[in-house]
């Protein structure tokens, strides 16, 4: 069955309220922005949605899904779908995928009844064919959306993780672009190299879905949500659906 819909979101541990604590505020607009995208995508009609982030290899986590966000400083724990007794689950997902599992348990119970759940991730370091493939063998033998979780460059400024880097700001105005036009092909034409330098979280998932909504045809709108550098870092939401 063809890909339906499609989100994107950041995975800052800050999106998390107990996380951010006192400067939780500063980052509201963005998680409004998450929050409107999923809703959006769960929306779409999909009875199956993939999960796709940034991690260190490429493969698909096995359920139940669970995860904490104990290495970031606060013991809340994420879970998704079923996690039937004796079945502890992964308890160990990556940022990427944990955020996503975090922002889908924030959506209504009804929102999300009857969902199958897929999580998977891309080697941050995978070439970009490798990442248009794993997008063109995603499937599902229903109509499936996907969440992709990805970070722009962390180098807007001298606070910033990777510091100022003066190409960064030009890097995430082409994805932005890219995102809000549904330009599969200007996402499969970021380059690996520059996008490591640039610290960039989100190149390998973004570069998958290029190649789920290329492989599943058809024309595409996109919407931008939402693209700032709060903390130096740039961060973009969006979303693909059919027009």
């Given at each position: 069955?063809?890909?339906?819909?499609?989100?994107?979101?950041?995975?800052?541990?800050?999106?998390?309220?107990?996380?951010?604590?006192?400067?939780?505020?500063?980052?509201?607009?963005?998680?409004?922005?998450?929050?409107?995208?999923?809703?959006?995508?769960?929306?779409?009609?999909?009875?199956?949605?993939?999960?796709?982030?940034?991690?260190?290899?490429?493969?698909d986590?096995?359920?139940?899904?669970?995860?904490?966000?104990?290495?970031?400083?606060?013991?809340?724990?994420?879970?998704?779908?079923?996690?039937?007794?004796?079945?502890?689950?992964?308890?160990?997902?990556?940022?990427?995928?944990?955020?996503?599992?975090?922002?889908?348990?924030?959506?209504?119970?009804?929102?999300?009844?009857?969902?199958?759940?897929?999580?998977?991730?891309v080697?941050?370091?995978?070439?970009?064919?490798?990442?248009?493939?794993?997008?063109?063998?995603?499937?599902?033998?229903?109509?499936?959306?996907?969440?992709?979780?990805?970070d722009?460059?962390?180098?807007?400024?001298?606070?910033?993780?990777?510091?100022?880097?003066?190409?960064?700001?030009?890097?995430?105005?082409?994805?932005?672009?890219?995102?809000?036009?549904?330009?599969?092909?200007?996402?499969?034409g970021?380059?690996?190299?520059?996008?490591?330098?640039?610290?960039?979280?989100?190149?390998?998932?973004?570069?998958?879905?290029?190649?789920?909504?290329?492989?599943?045809?058809?024309?595409?709108?996109?919407?931008?949500?939402?693209?700032?550098?709060p903390?130096?870092?740039?961060?973009?939401?969006?979303?693909?659906?059919?027009?």
């Amino acid at each position: 069955m063809p890909l339906v819909a499609a989100a994107v979101c950041p995975h800052p541990p800050l999106l998390v309220p107990e996380i951010a604590g006192a400067a939780a505020s500063e980052l509201d607009d963005l998680r409004t922005a998450c929050d409107t995208a999923v809703a959006r995508l769960l929306d779409s009609g999909a009875r199956t949605v993939v999960v796709v982030g940034a991690g260190d290899r490429s493969t698909d986590v096995d359920a139940p899904f669970r995860g904490s966000f104990a290495p970031w400083g606060v013991p809340t724990e994420v879970r998704l779908g079923n996690h039937p007794d004796g079945l502890a689950g992964t308890g160990q997902l990556p940022l990427s995928l944990l955020v996503g599992v975090w922002l889908l348990g924030r959506r209504p119970a009804a929102a999300t009844d009857g969902v199958n759940w897929r999580l998977t991730t891309v080697g941050a370091d995978e070439q970009v064919q490798t990442c248009a493939d794993l997008g063109a063998r995603l499937d599902s033998h229903q109509p499936w959306a996907l969440l992709v979780m990805g970070d722009g460059s962390a180098c807007r400024c001298e606070k910033a993780p990777g510091y100022a880097d003066p190409r960064a700001e030009a890097y995430d105005e082409t994805v932005a672009r890219a995102l809000a036009e549904a330009d599969g092909d200007a996402l499969l034409g970021l380059d690996p190299g520059l996008s490591a330098q640039l610290r960039v979280a989100g190149r390998a998932p973004w570069q998958v879905l290029a190649g789920a909504a290329r492989a599943a045809g058809g024309d595409w709108r996109g919407e931008l949500r939402y693209h700032a550098a709060p903390y130096g870092v740039g961060y973009l939401v969006a979303n693909w659906e059919r027009p």
